[in-house]
């Protein structure tokens, strides 16, 4: 089943898709990050978040702990 840019909340990381709670470790990525994060979208084949991230107009957050493990993952 494809995603779609309705799957992204403002609440929400867009990498685990869970809701943000007062214990997480939550950033919110710049432009640098979103460009990291896209590039290890494409290459892990998540090409919906991939896209997602190269057209968001406002602040993405996400799990500091997602974004470590996922730019890991899609390390070239």
Known sequence: MAESSECYA???CV???SKFDSN???VAVG???LITLAECSKSVGNV???DF???ATGVVKVHA???RQYTKK???
């Open 10 to 12: 403002e609440d929400a």
């Open 15 to 17: 990498i685990c898709h």
């Open 24 to 26: 997480d470790e939550v």
């Open 31 to 33: 432009d640098k990050g």
């Open 48 to 50: 919906n978040l991939a």
């Open 53 to 55: 991230l190269t057209s």
């Open 65 to 67: 702990g997602c974004r």
């Open 74 to 76: 899609g390390a070239v």
